[in-house]
T-cell receptor, first 114, second 109 residues
Framework: DAMVIQNPRYQVTQFGKPVTLSCSQTLNHNVMYWYQQKSSQAPKLLFHYYDKDFNNEADTPDNFQSRRPNTSFCFLDIRSPGLGDAAMYLC?????????????FGPGTRLTVL | GQSLEQPSEVTAVEGAIVQINCTYQTSGFYGLSWYQQHDGGAPTFLSYNALDGLEETGRFSSFLSRSDSYGYLLLQELQMKDSASYFCAVITGRRALTFGSGTRLQVQP
C-alpha cells in the first residue's frame, strides 16, 4: 500500500548529540512537511518542501534543518538537541500546491532527549 | 499570522451527537480541514471545506461560514472509538496547515 513511512518510530538521543529522522513516501506527492508535536498540543509546522523548494517557518529554530534528496525521501536533522526538543515529529505529504485539502501523515517518530 | 480557537474538551455519551466549533483569524484563507488523532497516533484527515456550507461523510459532517470565519465538525451516532482529539486547521496560500489547539472528545458509555 502507498504510504508515508517514518524511521525510527522511537529515537533516544543525548543532550547535544546530533540526530536525524527520516521520512519516505510512496505516494509520489510534491509536497512534504515536518511537524513537531509536544504532548497535548497541536502539531506545529517546522518547514515544508514543494518539490525542491524549501519553505522554513519563521519561528523554526536554526537547530532544525531539513534535506530532501529526491521526491521520496525527506530528512529532519536536529544539530544539537535540547531537552525542549523532546516531542513527536510528524512527516506529512500532500499531492497538490496551494489549496491542498488533504495531508497524509506518517506514524511519527517520538524523540526522547536524555 | 493565523489563530484558531476551539474548545479544549467535550464529553458526550454513546449514540449522541456532538458539535465541535472552530473560529479562525487568518489571511490568504483557502479552506478549513478537520483531523482526528487518537492518543499516540498520527493525525488522520476527516474533512475539508473550501466553500460555505455543509459537507457530509458518513457519520461526520463539517460546516464552514467564510463570512463568519467559523466552522464546525458534527459527529453523529457517537461510538467509543470516536474518543480522540479533533483538530481544525486552516489552509493558506503557503500550502501549509495551521492547526488549532485541539478538542479532546471523551465518549462515555
Amino acid at each position: 500500500d502507498a504510504m508515508v513511512i517514518q524511521n525510527p518510530r522511537y529515537q533516544v538521543t543525548q543532550f547535544g548529540k546530533p540526530v536525524t529522522l527520516s521520512c519516505s513516501q510512496t505516494l509520489n506527492h510534491n509536497v512534504m512537511y515536518w511537524y513537531q508535536q509536544k504532548s497535548s498540543q497541536a502539531p506545529k509546522l517546522l518547514f515544508h518542501y514543494y518539490d525542491k523548494d524549501f519553505n522554513n517557518e519563521a519561528d523554526t529554530p536554526d537547530n532544525f534543518q531539513s534535506r530532501r534528496p529526491n521526491t521520496s525521501f525527506c530528512f529532519l536533522d536536529i544539530r544539537s538537541p535540547g531537552l525542549g526538543d523532546a516531542a513527536m515529529y510528524l512527516c506529512a505529504t500532500s499531492p497538490k500546491g496551494a489549496g491542498t485539502d488533504t495531508q497524509y501523515f506518517g506514524p511519527g517518530t517520538r524523540l526522547t532527549v536524555l | 499570522g493565523q489563530s484558531l480557537e476551539q474548545p479544549s474538551e467535550v464529553t458526550a455519551v454513546e449514540g449522541a451527537i456532538v458539535q465541535i466549533n472552530c473560529t479562525y483569524q487568518t489571511s490568504g484563507f483557502y479552506g478549513l480541514s478537520w483531523y482526528q488523532q487518537h492518543d499516540g497516533g498520527a493525525p488522520t484527515f476527516l474533512s475539508y471545506n473550501a466553500l460555505d456550507g455543509l459537507e457530509e461523510t458518513g457519520r461526520f459532517s463539517s460546516f464552514l461560514s467564510r463570512s463568519d470565519s467559523y466552522g464546525y465538525l458534527l459527529l453523529q451516532e457517537l461510538q467509543m472509538k470516536d474518543s480522540a482529539s479533533y483538530f481544525c486547521a486552516v489552509i493558506t496560500g503557503r500550502r501549509a496547515l495551521t492547526f488549532g489547539s485541539g478538542t479532546r472528545l471523551q465518549v462515555q458509555p
